[in-house]
């Protein structure tokens, strides 16, 4: 069983920064692309970033490039969201998801491809 454990979430400014962490546990993390969505209230769910098993390449929503960046430390089954330049609709409850498939050869951003979810931090960006 697969356990995903978000932290880092909170309060902050227009402008400011957050730095959001998934711990994982229960399988080989360093063989599974990782990734994180977000979810405002009376919306759906959507994709943010991603990072492939290898930590080699990384791919980004256009709402988020150039201000957020995706990491991960394999030896530390924690994969990181470091939020920078926040504006107030970035505000939304943030989850991390694990691929489903092991050394995926390209990274995915569809919900269905990720079979395990955390809890979800909550981010509020107020203006």
């Known amino acids: 069983q697969v356990q995903l454990v978000e932290s880092g979430g909170g309060l902050v400014q227009a402008g400011g920064s957050l730095r959001l962490s998934c711990a994982a546990s229960g399988r080989t993390f360093s063989a599974y692309a990782m990734g994180w969505f977000r979810q405002a209230p009376g919306k759906e769910r959507e994709f943010v970033a991603a990072?492939?098993?290898?930590?080699?390449?990384?791919y980004y929503a256009d709402s988020v490039k150039g201000r957020f960046t995706i990491s991960r430390d394999n030896a530390k089954n924690t994969v990181y969201l470091q939020m920078n330049s926040l504006k107030p609709e970035d505000t939304a409850v943030y989850y991390c998801?694990?691929?489903?498939?092991?050394?995926?050869?390209?990274?995915?951003?569809?919900?269905?491809?990720?079979?395990?979810w955390g809890q979800g931090t909550q981010v509020t960006v107020s203006s």
């Open positions: 990072i492939k098993w290898s930590g080699g390449s990384t």
């Open positions: 998801a694990a691929d489903s498939r092991a050394l995926r050869g390209t990274l995915t951003t569809t919900l269905s491809s990720y079979a395990y």
